[in-house]
Structure formats: C-alpha cells, structure tokens
C-alpha cells in the first residue's frame, strides 16, 4: 500500500499533547536501525521480511524511566499479509518470552509506584492473551490502525474519544481451542502446488490440501456450541461508560413473513458513547444440525449523551431463519421455536425473548454444484 502518510504512535501522542521520553525513544530508534541495516530488503511481492524482534528491557532501563514519566504504554505487534500461514508459536500466535517478560517487569515496576500501564495490540489477527491479560491495567486492540493509527489512539487514550468497537472474531484461550487446529494446514498431495504466476515453485512441498471439517461450527459457533472457555468472546469491548437494556418488543410470537424486535438502550453511566447492540437467535434443530447462537443483525447507536436512550429496531425475515440442507440443496427455516437474545457481547446477554414458526418454509432452492470428491466428516453437536 503506498499511504499518502502515516501517523505513528509517537506522532500521535505528541500531537495530544502528551510527551514521550526522549531517551527512550533514541534508544529505540537506535536499536530499529541497526536491526534493519543488518536484515535483507524485501524484492516484490509475499517476499517482505518478518518484524523486528522486540528489545529486551532490563530492570535498569525500566526504574529509570519509572520515575520520570507518568504512565508506561507497551506496543505488542505482528504483521499480517499473503504469502504464508500464521503459526502456533512464538512471535506468531504466542507471545515470545521476552514479550512476556516485558509486560511483566513494566507492569510491576509501574504498579509499585501506583502508575498505570496499557498495552496495545497492533495485529491483524488474535493473538495469545489469556496467560497475561490480568498484568497491565488496560489493553487496547487497535488491529492495524493504517494512516491515522497515531491519532486515533491518543484520542482514545487521553478520552477525547470514547471506544464503542466490539470484536468480531473470538480469542481463544489457547491453539488447540481452535476448531480447525486438528486439520489445518493439511497435507503435502502427491503433485505438490505452485501459487500462479511465482517464480521458481516455492510453494512446492508444502501442505497444498486441506478437508474443512469444522462444518457450520467456524468461530464463535463453535466456541459458544460446544462450551469452550475463551479469552475473550465474540462481540466483546469496553465502554468509558456503561449501557442498560430493557422494554424488548416482538410484533409477534409467530412467525410469518417477518418479524420487528425493537429494544430500548440508556447510558447509565456520566460519559457520552455509544453502543452496539448485538441479536442473536437459536434456531429448532430437529432435522439440521444447528449452532448455540447465531449472530443476526448489530447495530450502533448515536452517540448518546449520560442518560440518554435510544430505541434500536432490527427486522429478521424468512432468510434469517434459514439453515442449509446439503441433502436437498436448499435453504429451510423449521418449525418450532426461535429464542431470540439481545446483548453486548456473546457472554453478555441482556435480553431474551421468542417467537414461533409453525411449519417448515422452503426459503430458496440451489443447484447442486462443486460435490466433495472425498468424504468430508463434519463435525457435529450433540442435543
């Protein structure tokens, strides 16, 4: 991506108005260069080189800066691209022991001194964080922020701006939770994969054939289906304010075409913010598998003053109802009964209420197209 500009995190804090030790960022500056200057340059495309491990910080360097600044930001990163597989290790998924060590030494120097320490996480996907996520005082998921990243996480920081986002991927307590830990990333086939248009087969030997077997079961349905503890659920995120749910409606307790469910949020707490107000619906499984929870509908509200409530609607319709049919090729809502579950978060549910269809409706018809040439053994809940 050529970015017209970049801000850094230095830049940002700097712009409001908060001042970042100059000694340590010399050093830091000092250590990235050589790092680099020692490291071959990236030549086109899926070839970059990986990050930069982190410095090691000593107990020295830590009580000295202890008691010349007011709090400790610690930056943990990863990068994120095409080209090659995440991995269950070190500096990838897990925290690397320095990484570890750091956060540790930081946060225990800073808590010494009753001064606070935030971690901030600029990575493109979940990382490792139930082992550690007690230590600091705060954690901020800034994913990878691009231009603006400095700024938006100084308004963040320093409240200008009060954070309203809500994960939408889970993090699991460890790799193995993983629904596709047991056949990703597959297996080398007898006539080994070249990535189209590279030079030199450098995919060759490596696992170029995977059977998904997670099913319906991907992500949070999983987790929620088959009761895996989790780091942190589907939907999570932190407010500088608190909300109340309450007055769920239904249009009906039966199911026709459609049905409206309207709910009303307030911010009870003494700061302006806002809210996003998750659906979730279980669905009858009697003839098709189905998961726990399924995600229909989010929606955010306004920025809402202390106080202030808004009525959020949302509006589920035949589709929303819907399970595919692999036998029949088709899209069918069951009859039965549907409850229906309001929260902030997966784990955080606030409302419930149901409503019922009374007989199957054939939703949409597919063709049968691109039939498994092996047996796939999917992975199923048991009820």
């Known amino acids: 991506v050529n970015e017209a500009y970049s801000v850094s995190l230095i830049e940002g804090l700097n712009n409001a108005g908060y001042n970042v030790n100059e000694n340590l960022q010399t050093m830091y500056t000092g250590y990235l260069k050589t790092v680099k200057e020692g490291r071959p340059s990236g030549r086109g495309f899926m070839s970059g080189s990986g990050p930069v491990g982190e410095l ?35 500096g990838d998924f897990e ?37 550690w996520k007690e230590i600091p005082d705060a954690i901020l998921l800034t994913w990878q922020g691009g231009q603006e990243a400095g700024n938006s996480i100084a308004d963040i920081l320093c409240g200008k701006v009060n954070p309203s986002g809500k994960l939408a991927s889970t993090f699991p307590v460890k790799y193995a939770d993983v629904p596709s830990s047991n056949n990703f990333p597959g297996k080398v086939t007898a006539q080994p994969q070249q990535v189209q248009g590279q030079q030199g087969g450098a995919m060759r030997g490596q696992p170029a054939e995977v059977t998904y077997e997670e099913g319906i079961y991907v992500g949070y349905r999983y987790y929620s289906s088959f009761n895996v503890p989790v780091s942190y659920e589907f939907g999570y995120g932190l407010s500088y304010t608190t909300f109340d749910y309450s007055n769920l409606k239904l249009s009906s307790t039966n199911f026709s075409n459609n049905i409206t469910i309207t709910a009303d949020i307030r911010n009870a707490g003494k700061v302006a913010g806002k809210e996003i107000v998750e659906v979730y619906l279980k669905a009858p499984a009697l003839k098709l ?25 949302f509006v589920l319709d035949s589709r929303s109802l819907a399970s595919f ?3 029949a090729s088709t899209w069918v809502a069951e009859a039965g009964k549907y409850d229906v579950r309001i ?20 939703v949409k018809k597919e063709s049968i197209a691109l039939v498994p040439k092996v047996p796939v053994n999917e992975l199923k809940a048991k009820r």
């Open 56 to 90: 090691a910080v000593n107990p020295n360097i830590v009580n000295s800066m202890v008691n010349v600044t007011d709090a400790a930001i610690i930056t943990i990163g990863r990068n994120s691209g095409e080209g090659s597989d995440r991995k269950a290790e070190a």
């Open 289 to 313: 598998d189905k998961p726990e929870n399924e995600l229909k509908g989010f929606i955010k509200t306004r920025v809402l003053q202390p106080g202030e409530s808004q009525t959020v609607t």
């Open 325 to 327: 049919s692999p036998s």
């Open 95 to 131: 925290l690397t022991q320095v990484e570890k060590d750091m956060i540790r030494l930081i946060t225990d120097t800073y808590k010494a001194k009753n001064k606070k320490v935030v971690v901030i996480l600029n990575i493109g996907g979940v990382i490792e964080t139930a082992s």
């Open 343 to 362: 929260g902030a978060s997966l784990k955080d549910i606030r409302l419930t209420g149901s409503f019922n269809l009374a007989k199957d409706q054939i």
